[in-house]
């Protein structure tokens, strides 16, 4: 009998932020593929006879996409049950397509169940809406670097979306948001940098696109993180808890949401 593959996200930082199936699968698999961003209390769903492979121990340190893809159909070959667990959604520059069309192209059973992403979760997380009535009708999620190394066009999706989510940039802040505000974006305009979102290391730094990279530098923010340009960065003034957003700058820690009776 052949096994199968599912590909789970499970969500950014904090472990409740995985689906109610991605738990199930998790549960119930034989085998669990791990990723650097996947919250650890979330192997804790594991059977204790599970293997679990850690594939993802540093930035392109790990075994190759190819090998990644080899221990997801050598396992399920196996007759077995495997869970490929991995940061955010699957589908959002986490390479989940290759690893379908892996699983495609050699006949294995698989399924993907989507997860909530940090491109979206990153800025809520911040008391940042991505969109909101009147104030931004769009929304983009780019990578500041495509595979190979080469930059994504930042200036013309700069000019043409209302609020700009960029992924992968937090060692490149300064070159990115000059990109930006090359594409025709005011160096004025409110921008935030949301780093370890739904962790007890989740930092903030709310500024403008001018000034942000000198701020995040300031405050040592370092991978992962997820900056947001727009007007909706405004929001996180009213809609961030755990701290006040004074003089348009400040660094933000988490803190408790407020209470609600
Ligand atoms: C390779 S991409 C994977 C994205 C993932 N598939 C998703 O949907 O969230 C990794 C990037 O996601 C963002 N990211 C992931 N987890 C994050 C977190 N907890 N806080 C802020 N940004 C995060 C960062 O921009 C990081 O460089």
């Known amino acids: 009998v ?59 340190r790990g075994p190759s996409q190819e090998a990644i893809n080899g221990t997801l159909v050598d396992r399920a070959r196996r007759g077995l049950r495997v869970v490929r667990l991995k940061g955010g959604d699957p589908f959002v520059f986490g390479r989940g397509g290759e690893e379908a069309l892996a699983l495609a192209m050699e006949g294995i059973p698989f399924e993907v169940v989507p997860g909530v992403t940090s491109a979206v979760a990153a800025p809520a997380l911040a008391g940042i809406p991505v969109t909101h009535r009147g104030v931004a009708a769009s929304f983009a999620v780019i990578t500041a670097t495509l595979a190979g190394g080469e930059r994504n066009d930042l200036r013309r999706i700069a000019s043409v979306v209302d609020t700009l989510v960029v992924l992968m940039a937090a060692g490149r802040l300064e070159e990115v948001c000059g990109e930006i505000g090359a594409g025709g974006r005011d160096t004025g305009e409110p921008a935030a940098v949301v780093a370890s979102a739904g962790t007890p290391d989740q930092r903030v730094v709310v500024s403008t696109l001018g000034t942000l990279p000198e701020r995040a530098a300031g405050a040592a923010i370092e991978a992962p993180a997820t900056l947001v340009v727009g007007p909706v960065v405004g929001l996180s003034a009213i809609l961030g808890w755990g701290g006040r957003v004074t003089d348009g700058v400040s660094v933000v820690s988490r803190g408790q949401a407020p209470a609600h009776d």
């Open 2 to 60: 052949i096994g199968s593959v599912a590909l789970v996200g499970a969500g950014p930082g904090d472990p409740g932020l995985i689906t109610v199936r991605g738990a199930h699968l998790v549960a119930q698999a034989d085998v669990v593929v791990t990723d650097r961003l996947v919250a650890p209390e979330l192997l804790d769903l594991a059977r204790p006879d599970a293997e679990v492979v850690d594939v993802g121990k540093a930035p392109r």
